[in-house]
Each structure stands twice: as C-alpha cells, then as structure tokens.
C-alpha cells in the first residue's frame, strides 16, 4: 500500500492532467459529455479528494459518505469524490492547508479549526451563546455570518455548506463537574481556538489542543485527564470508556464548514457547480437530522452502560457557570469588538 506521501504524488499526477481538461469543459455543456462516464479512466474524470480526521460513522463521515455516493450517480461516475476518513491522508491540522495549496479539494473542518484562517470565527465557540443548532445555522445566515464566510472566501476557500455535530459535554476522570472550582488543575484536550483555551483558563483547567485522534492515546496514558466533545465523537472513539465522569452541559457547539478550494471550484463547469451544490444542499438537511439522532444514541449508550457517572448541570448550575465565563466575552470583545457578540441569538 500507498503511503500518504506516495499517495499524494501519484494523485497529483492525474490533477496537473484534470486542469487542463477542466479549462476545456468549462465550456461545454454537460449534455455533450459521454453518457457512460463509468467507462473513463481516471485521468478523464473529475475527481475530488475529500479528507476528513473523524470516523466515518460520526455525522460527518456519514454524510461525506452519502455525498461522495449522490455526485457520482448524479453525473453518471463522471465526478468521482474520493473520501479519506480518519486523518488517513492528513492530520488534525494540516487540511486547510493542503486544501488552499491544492493537494486536496474538499475539506469539513470544525469551526474552532477556521480561526488559524479567519480569528473572528471563535464568536460560535463562546461558551452558551446558542441553545441549539437552528440558532448557529440562523446566526450565519444572518448579517455577521455571512461576513465570517466572506472571509474564508477572500482566503481561498469555497464555502458549500455547514454541517453540525453537536453540543459539546464534558468528560474527566478526577471528580464531577458541578461547579466552577471542579476544573481547577484538571488537563484539558482543546481544539486549538483561542476562546476556548480562555474558557479553561477562567476554570482554572490547563489545556492542549492535540489532534482528535490522539485524544484516545492521551487519555489512556494519562497525560491528559480531561476533554469535551460531542456524544457522538465520545461514542466512536469510545472517550467514556477512559473517563469516569460525565457531565451533560451542552455548554458549546460543535459543527463543520464543508470547503472546497477556491480555484479548483472556479474550473469546474457550471453544470457540475450546480449537481455538486444541489446535493450539498441535499445531504446537509440529512446530516443535520443524522447529527441529532447519533447523539441522542450516544447519549442513552453512555447513560445504559454502566460504566461512568454522568451528571445533569440544572439551570442554577449554569448560570454559575456562565457567571464564572463572563470574561471569555470580554476578551472576545476587546480583540474583535462588540458587534459579533451583539448580534447572537442570546443577545437579541
């Protein structure tokens, strides 16, 4: 097999040859291409390699799955998505810039990951800012998220479509997590965002923001003792099974913005812009609705198990805890001003 270098190389090939035919089909109508696209080799179709760092029965793997199999039979196997789970192709981290150097199409990073490109996108890990995923979607759909996708746009980056994940709990295996003063000298896994390692900071947590598929190792070697992340990402990576306790605070949200590169998009034909953003459009009302029910799976999975104390934070518990995060909107502020944070749903 292939390692990834070797895989990149050998892949690379078949793109410098893609260009040329994609600047010669832009001018074409999709009707004028052979209708038995199954019979091309694969210098002859249009393939997109979409990497992703997260297992492939999470919400995103299924849906880049679900997209992956809509486009080809959509264009008759003339589009050819090639889906690489897992981190296979690149670590936690190194995507967006393989995505922007054109080594790779398609990406579906965590909002948090968006800030090394565009920093005001930490307004959606502010802890509590939104009680469920409607109000993230209706957030950038509104004046202020549309300004934070503009800005990828600018960076080189196609926005296709947002895909959710879920509320963020957190787990550990010291003590409960009840009160504020819980978190002191906990070891936190973060995603890297500047906001969020503010929120642990104001706990009195340490934090590293190792890549997602290490949690696991860190946690089972006990260099790190805590971590928050979605039900569904603590179910596949079976997180619970290191953790001893659980608290359900849905205190962040935790969803995806599908990328494509800019350049690579502008050179497909409009024909295929369209199948490719129709589906999109299509396989993210799925998502959305697969994310909330493999949480709430993971959510009775850990509850039958047995096997970790789980704690339900009450509406008193949550105000102390927003109380006590206070600062981390402040701070927000004073970087980037007031205006993201006027305009969330709490806020109006």
Request: charged share 25%.
């Amino acid at each position: 097999m292939l390692n990834p270098h070797e895989l990149i190389t050998a892949l690379t090939v078949y793109g410098f040859i893609l260009v040329g035919m994609m600047i010669f089909l832009s001018g074409c109508d999709i009707k004028k291409y052979p209708m038995d696209h199954e019979q091309l080799s694969a210098e002859e179709r249009i393939v997109i390699r979409f990497s992703h760092i997260v297992g492939e029965n999470t919400p995103k793997g299924l849906a880049a799955r679900k997209f992956a199999s809509l486009v080809k039979e959509r264009t008759n196997g003339f589009v050819e998505v090639q889906v690489f789970p897992n981190g296979y192709l690149y670590r936690d981290g190194e995507e967006l810039e393989a995505l922007v150097q054109g080594d790779i199409q398609m990406v579906a990073p965590a909002m948090s990951k968006l800030s090394t490109i565009v920093p005001e996108w930490e307004v959606i890990d502010l802890p509590f800012a939104f009680q469920n995923s409607k109000e993230v979607r209706e957030y950038l759909e509104g004046e202020k998220g549309k300004s934070l996708l503009h800005l990828l746009e600018k960076s080189g980056y196609h926005p296709l479509g947002v895909w959710d994940n879920g509320f963020k709990q957190m787990t550990n295996s010291i003590r409960p997590l009840v009160n504020p003063d819980d978190f002191i000298g906990l070891k936190f896994r973060i995603m890297p965002s500047s906001v969020i390692q503010n929120q642990f900071q104001q706990l009195g947590a340490t934090t590293h923001s190792n890549s997602f598929n290490e949690v696991y190792k860190l946690l089972e070697k006990k260099q790190m003792n805590a971590q928050e992340n979605t039900f569904s990402n603590i179910v596949s990576k079976h997180l619970y099974s290191l953790q001893d306790y659980l608290t359900v605070s849905n205190h962040g949200y935790l969803g995806y913005v599908v990328l494509m590169n800019q350049d690579f998009w502008n050179q497909l034909p409009e024909d295929i812009q369209s199948i490719i953003q129709e589906t999109m459009d299509e396989v993210t009302k799925w998502e959305i609705e697969r994310a909330e029910q493999l949480n709430d799976e993971g959510l009775r999975e850990v509850e039958t198990c047995n096997c970790i104390d789980i704690h339900y934070l009450t509406e008193e518990e949550k105000q102390r805890w927003e109380d006590a995060l206070r600062p981390v909107y402040k701070n927000f502020a004073d970087r980037f001003g007031a205006d993201y944070i006027k305009s969330l749903p709490k806020n109006k």
